[in-house]
Nanobody
Framework: VQLQASGGGLVQPGGSLRLSCAAS????????MAWYRQAPGKERELVAR???????EYLDSVKDRFTISRDNALSVAYLKMDNLKPEDTAVYYC??????????????WGQGTQVTVSS
């Protein structure tokens, strides 16, 4: 699976952005999709994940502000970010995990998109 992330940019505090992650290849509907982020000098952290059953989980600091979704028909995952804060500034990466019936996992990463929240 190849992943192409887009939608990052510069936004003022309180603003919104929507990130997109377009996937090529097969198995999108059976992949768990996620967004991670990495700020300068910090480790990469999981921001949000959506399962094949559309169940979601979020980093505590983004709950009620970010929404992850997926469109299996288009093979795209989204991250809608509202009420952005300066501490959300980071490079955001999309991620997919495909697990076979035998338990073999294939992990793919997108190239990252910069989100900067600043006045």
């Amino acid at each position: 699976v190849q992943l192409q992330a887009s939608g990052g940019g510069l936004v003022q505090p309180g603003g919104s952005l929507r990130l997109s992650c377009a996937a090529s290849g097969s198995h999108f509907s059976t992949n768990v999709m996620a967004w991670y982020r990495q700020a300068p000098g910090k480790e990469r952290e999981l921001v949000a994940r959506i399962g094949t059953d559309y169940r979601t989980e979020y980093l505590d600091s983004v709950k009620d502000r970010f929404t992850i979704s997926r469109d299996n028909a288009l093979s795209v995952a989204y991250l809608k970010m509202d009420n952005l804060k300066p501490e959300d500034t980071a490079v955001y990466y999309c991620n997919s995990v495909h697990t076979t019936a035998l338990g073999l996992r294939t992990i793919s990463w997108g190239q990252g998109t910069q989100v900067t929240v600043s006045s």
